[in-house]
């Protein structure tokens, strides 16, 4: 085993680092989508169940089925990590909108009041009292999508998008267990680290109880 | 005779076609403590929050400095208008210092300006401004949170200040504490306010007059002598349920069982 990590030292560092792009990239654009589309959702009540339904119906498709799905998009189809980022950042957008939108409708009803009476225009509302007071939750929802995608993204080798899966396909084509467990290992180590990260950062941002 | 700060013409408020308050005609002198007195229900609550618009009328209209709500800009109104609610709504993750000192940092006013202010406040409320103005809410008893919550309100220098039974949520002492606390500030500050209150001591204690509400009409306006010689029946109820918590039940007078 040591014997093997020595000889794959550049390769595994090369796919987890290729690993680790997919996720922040598809996590980067969800955040960006995810986050303003959740507060939408609360000051748009109406679109909440067409909006949470389409982001269930996306969770339940399979991913190399998803990923299959995007390969005739145009410009997307052209290079596998874009087909691989677009289907990850798709599937962690669910967790996000959803902690969003809970997050911000559970902030203190006496807070938004009182903030109201004060004179908050509804952007300072959003700024100084629903999203500091969300982050932590929000935060949650993404910790789960970054955790979700780790695992998911091991599929994205299939369509040749790199990361780690490389290791575990060969692996699985190979018969060999070693190879499958360079794959596995790092990527149950990332998905540990991102989730004891993110889960600090939470704990942290977690407004006090008045 | 001045113009009333705060002027209810033939207000009706209504919420999924129930009327909730109303027809209402009240007039709020300056510099008085109006205090809205009534149960659960009564409409007192809806009456304050139409005040700052944060309800609006279904008709009529409500004057603030002889002009309709409606007219204003609602943030300027409500920034113009101090704010005092139950729960005291201060910002979790916002200091002492700074949730006092919101009001006027959102009116713009300079740093070193704000800080003054904050500090002036907090001792107004009886707050010592270097132990607490640090603190965080978590950080304070009921009664100070309740008094940071008056101070944040006053910070602004607002002409009218609204109180949405401010010192309901507090322990007996406390409470007596505050409302006395309330008495002297207010000698000094002489703001138009309205209190809402289910508490007839407090009424009482507190009120230049009690306007009585119940299911949301207006039984009638009252001075503490008026209220106290008043043969209406809603008042004596009012009177008898305040006067009987003095006593025990089954006790006479000089405390032996009957």
Redesign the interface.
Known sequence: MVEFLRIHRVEITTLTLEHVWLVAASMGIAVLIGVPAGVLLTRKPRLREPVMGGANIIETIPSLALFGFLLPAPWLGARADRIAITALALYALLPIIRNTYVGITGVDPGVREAARGMGLTSRQMLWQVELPLSMSVILAGVRTATVLCIGIATIAAAIGAGGLGEFIFRGLAMVNDSLILAGAIPAAILALAADLGLGWLEARLRPPRA | MDEPAIAFRGVTYRAQGRVLLGPLDLDVRRGETLVLLGRSGSGKTTALKLI?R?LEESEGSVLVDGRPTREWD??????H?G?V?????????YTVGKNVG??PR?LGKPEAQIRERVDAMLRLVDLDPQEFRQR???QLSGGQ?QRV?VA??LA?DPEIL?MDEPFGALDPLSRVELQRQFLEIQKRVRKTTVLVTHDVGEALLLATRIALLEGGKLMGIYSRPEFFESTDATVAAYRAAWSGNLQFPGEDRHGGIS
Not at chain 2, 74 to 79: C, E, G, K, M
Not at chain 2, 86 to 93: I, Y
């Open positions: 700052n944060l609602a943030i300027t109104l409500r920034r208008i704010y609610i139950q729960e005291t709504g201060l910002f979790p993750h919101l009001v959102l965080y809410p978590h949170r919550g944040r309100a602004g609204l």
